[in-house]
């Protein structure tokens, strides 16, 4: 499998400093600054970075950044790309130094959605303290969480990052945010990358103006929820979906909005899938219980 996790996320903001509180108040992670003087970093754990906030002309979503096992892995799959037709950029060194990589490549889905990736990791062993006392980001291996990415071409999507990126399929999901009997409802893929979490990316079949529809990080246990719940409150951040407990990854999470107009799931408890044995599946219910959904006014 190509893709080893989802190593960063970056986020455009017009308030660098909005996008920082939240990040270290709300979500409990550490601040830096990028070596460029302008990118301001959020460090979950022993990688320098796991979200990197960019002056953006407005708040949205700018990637996601996938990781690739090596420089062989990530010359195949610039070649597979490139013989489908898709436009890559290799990045310059300048900007692999920028992500603390080897070497860095970019490229859009077919639904618009830009990404990067990259093989080889730099350390700047920072140590890793939350500012807020959560007890740790489940992270690693298994990367910073999961994206969930807009793709009203859900088919064409699907088939790109499937069949080209070389993603695993975990799961489908097809339901209505509504109770209107006219509403069409919205499908969902979930899929994995070469790591235990259930799924790295998810595939929502509706655009999303933030071009995101949430991003997900796990922590430790149930009271690093609890107390960021508490923080939300603190710091008037709107809380979009209650507790609940996903049906797929089985994560026990809650929403929040974030600075960007997107949301983020933050959750403790999801399913580590053992590949060898795993059956791909379709779900027919988001939660278990909870994750009653109250958009933001
Ligand atoms: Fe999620």
């Not at 310059?92 to 077919?110: F, G, H, L, N």
């Not at 009203?152 to 499937?162: G, I, N, S």
């Not at 979009?240 to 600075?259: A, I, Q, V």
Request: aromatic share 10%; with cysteine; proline share 6%.
């Amino acid at each position: 499998m190509t893709i080893s996790s989802l190593g960063y996320v970056v986020v455009k903001a017009t308030d660098l400093s909005a996008w920082e509180t939240f990040g270290t108040e709300v979500l409990g992670m550490m601040p830096a600054d990028a070596p460029d003087g302008k990118t301001r970093w959020l460090q979950m754990d022993e990688r320098p970075f796991r979200i990197a906030i960019e002056q953006g002309d407005a708040d949205r979503y700018g990637c996601a950044g996938w990781e690739v096992s090596d420089k062989q892995a990530f010359d195949a799959l610039i070649e597979k790309l490139e013989a489908a037709g898709t436009t890559v950029e290799r990045g310059s060194k300048s900007q692999a130094d920028a992500r603390c990589v080897t070497e860095i490549a970019s490229c859009a889905d077919p639904c618009g959605n830009h990404m990067e990736f990259y093989h080889g990791r730099v350390y700047d062993y920072r140590q890793f303290i939350s500012p807020k006392g959560v007890s740790g980001f489940i992270t690693g291996d298994m990367g910073l969480g999961h994206t969930v990415l807009p793709c009203p071409d859900l088919k064409a999507a699907y088939d790109f990052y499937v069949g080209l990126m070389g993603f695993g399929v975990t799961d489908h999901m097809h339901f209505k945010f509504s109770e209107d009997p006219e509403d069409p409802g919205q499908g969902l893929h979930f899929l994995h990358a070469d790591n235990p979490r259930h799924h790295s990316l998810a595939l929502y079949e509706a655009p999303h103006p933030a071009g995101c529809v949430h991003i997900m990080v796990e922590t430790n246990n149930i009271d690093d929820i609890g107390y960021c719940i508490d923080r939300c409150a603190e710091h008037n951040v709107a809380i979009t979906s209650s507790l609940g407990r996903h049906t797929n990854d089985k994560m026990l999470s809650f929403y929040m909005n974030t600075p960007a107009g997107f949301a983020l799931e933050f959750g403790c408890d999801g399913w580590q899938v053992d590949w060898s044995t795993y059956q791909p599946t379709t779900s027919r219910l988001p939660s278990i219980w909870g994750h009653k959904w109250s958009p933001p006014e």
